[in-house]
């Protein structure tokens, strides 16, 4: 039997227990080997200023230390220019020759996935597993994708988003149960995406 890989990108601005509860979802239903996790070094989609790749890639380990189906993937890391996810699929069918891929995505990011970088590529290189979402129909299927090679599955339905966890530690609020406790030591050790205070006068 092929070695099975789930691929599961992302920006991880930071990753969060959603994250985790999905991929292991995934991983048992689809009977994966181990999910590889991606942090995006420069994702392309991804606008304003966002935190160092070297915080979220500490976050990310973090996060999946001692799960042995998790394994942390550094492949975005030394790749200059931006982080298109075709080309990531490309360099792992190289560095796992003969492994069966499976891109795990959002089923809000399927939706946009018109406006992804070579998107007719994506469904050739890997398998697309497009988990359903919180509040989002089932996305119609690309026109250049093979319904043989695209899997809308249900997931395990969690409401927490980075960027909700993101808006509550700029106010100082908790976001115990949110996050795993080792990221959220490390936030708080790093004070990431604390808001900047505002001198008076």
């Known amino acids: 039997m092929p070695l099975r890989l789930g691929v599961f ?100 990011q399927y939706q946009e996935i018109s406006g992804w970088y070579r998107p007719q590529m994506l469904a050739r290189l890997a398998r697309l597993v497009v988990m359903s979402r919180p509040g989002t129909a089932q996305p119609a299927l690309f026109p250049g994708h093979d319904p043989r090679r695209v899997l809308f599955r249900a997931v395990i339905q969690v409401a927490v988003s980075a960027k909700l966890v993101r808006a509550r530690l700029a106010k100082g609020h908790s976001v115990r149960y949110m996050l795993p406790v080792k990221v959220s030591e490390y936030v708080t050790r790093h004070h990431l995406y604390r808001r900047p205070k505002v001198s008076a006068g």
Not at 52 to 61: C, F, I, P, V
Not at 70 to 96: H, M, N, Q, W
Request: a positive charge; glycine letters at 8%.
């Open 9 to 108: 990108g992302g920006s991880f601005n930071p990753i969060h227990l959603g994250h985790l509860l999905v991929a292991e979802d995934v991983r048992r239903r689809l009977r994966l080997d181990r999910v590889l996790f991606v942090p995006t070094c420069r994702p392309p989609h991804k606008h304003g200023p966002m935190t160092h790749y070297h915080h979220r890639l500490a976050m990310t380990r973090l996060a999946i230390a001692g799960e042995p189906g998790f394994e942390l993937c550094r492949i975005e890391e030394l790749r200059p220019g931006r982080s298109y996810t075709v080309d990531t699929l490309a360099r792992l069918k190289v560095l796992y020759p003969g492994a069966a891929l499976c891109l795990v995505l959002g089923s809000d």
